[in-house]
């Protein structure tokens, strides 16, 4: 966000203010969302500091079936990217998608 506050600061010193004060915040974030062997799977809103634990449980908790060791988050950012294996203590990003896999045992 600082990259954007720098970005509209300099701009507005260009001819229009002498010493313009700029702030900029986050309204809405993308949602995530999670699938998988998951209660309720879907879109959830973000809130910041949101881990693979809490999205779990946003979600509902783990199936029966669910493995607590095969999480893996993919980003909606590339969708090229291969996803990343996870912990319960990751750390999720607006537009992640979790998916939980399915255990075998």
Same mark, same amino acid.
């Given at each position: 966000?600082?990259?954007?506050?720098?970005?509209?600061?300099?701009?507005?010193?260009?001819?229009?203010?002498?010493?313009?004060?700029?702030?900029?915040?986050?309204?809405?974030?993308?949602?995530?969302?999670?699938?998988?062997?998951?209660? *309720? +799977?879907?879109?959830?809103?973000?809130?910041?500091? @949101?881990?693979?634990?809490?999205?779990? %449980?946003? !979600?509902?908790? #783990?199936?029966?079936?669910?493995?607590?060791?095969?999480?893996?988050?993919?980003?909606?950012?590339?969708?090229?990217? *291969? +996803?990343?294996?996870?912990?319960?203590?990751?750390? @999720?990003?607006?537009?992640?998608?979790? %998916?939980? !896999?399915?255990? #075998?045992?």
């Amino acid at each position: 966000m600082e990259e954007v506050k720098t970005t509209i600061h300099d701009g507005l010193l260009d001819g229009y203010l002498i010493n313009p004060n700029v702030s900029v915040s986050i309204l809405e974030y993308r949602p995530f969302f999670v699938n998988g062997q998951v209660m *309720k +799977p879907g879109s959830y809103p973000y809130h910041p500091g @949101l881990t693979v634990n809490k999205a779990i %449980t946003i !979600a509902g908790g #783990f199936t029966e079936r669910a493995s607590k060791t095969n999480l893996f988050i993919s980003s909606s950012d590339d969708p090229e990217a *291969k +996803p990343t294996k996870a912990t319960l203590l990751s750390k @999720l990003q607006p537009g992640d998608i979790l %998916t939980v !896999a399915e255990s #075998f045992f």
